[in-house]
């Protein structure tokens, strides 16, 4: 009896240990990767949440699911993270990429994948949440227009949303843009982009504007400055829109910020990518803002 107990508990200990797993699924014949990270503590009958986080240009699944460490919260209030593989390290957002240039279908991939977390894992169906940094920033835009159907919310970094990709909001969705004032890489200010995939983007705040008037939020948005609390030369701005029936589109200016992940790493130098602010952890805010919101 004694060792039956003792075999139970290292059974159930290894039931409820964080797992990290690389899957794939097929999509137009081709096998599309991803990495699922299952928090510790969960059971077969819980509903998770998803974030799913898409890499930039030239990333991966791998360094995404360290560059932008959602990991803590997963285990702290039990969500699911989803990180996939793009073609040639790119995502189709609509503009020049190589993923667009092999007419590669993200969004059927997004939503295919979706349904795959859902049927596999027991996720909620209603908080399945999408955010994604530089060309993964550009897909979450994509998708809160094509994909709005199935995704709760979308947070985008370092990135905006291209103006003739054949795509624009339509349909109320909660969004979030994060974006650095000095960012070499995506012009703040909007216009042609003279780097990577180019495409002529929203601005910073006429995206927030946009999305803005789509979700008849108030055209005038409530303004925080947040305290510096580290000095590194940054800065945030918050501004947020608000409509009647609480739906809200948020926008962070990291004033004196690059084209950088807000807490993480300064994975390039300074003259590449700009700086990295300290003072707001991106992943933190972003899941505050997420897990406010589901699908109705």
Known sequence: MKYLLI???????????????????????????FITYLPAGINPNDKLPVIISLHGRL??????????????IGDRDKVIIVCPQGVDRSWNDGRGTPAHDKNINDVKFIDQLITYIINTY???????????????????????????NRIAAIAVVAASMDKDAGYQP?????????????????????GEMQKGAGGSIYSHEEILKKWAAVDGCDN?????????????????????????????VVGYT?????????????YMPKFVIGSVTKNLNACEVIWEFFKGNRLK
């Not at 159930?12 to 137009?28: C, F, G, N, P, Y």
């Open 7 to 33: 075999l139970s508990f290292v059974i159930l200990s290894v039931s409820v240990r964080a797992q990290q797993k690389k899957e794939h699924i097929t999509i137009d014949g081709l096998s599309r990767e």
């Open 59 to 72: 990333g991966t699944a791998e360094r995404q699911m360290k560059f932008a460490n959602f990991k803590p």
């Open 122 to 148: 027991h996720a909620d169906a209603n908080r399945i949440y999408v955010t994604g940094m530089s060309n993964g920033g550009f897909m979450s835009s994509r998708l809160a227009c094509e994909l709005n």
């Open 170 to 190: 339509v349909k109320p969705i909660p969004v979030m843009y994060i974006q650095g004032s000095e960012d070499p890489l995506v012009p703040f200010a909007g």
């Open 220 to 248: 005038k948005p409530v303004i925080t400055n947040l305290p510096v609390k580290i000095d590194d030369g940054t800065s945030v701005i918050k501004e947020e829109y608000r409509n009647p029936d609480g739906l809200k």
């Open 254 to 266: 990291i004033a004196g910020g690059g084209h950088t992940w807000p807490g993480g790493s300064q």
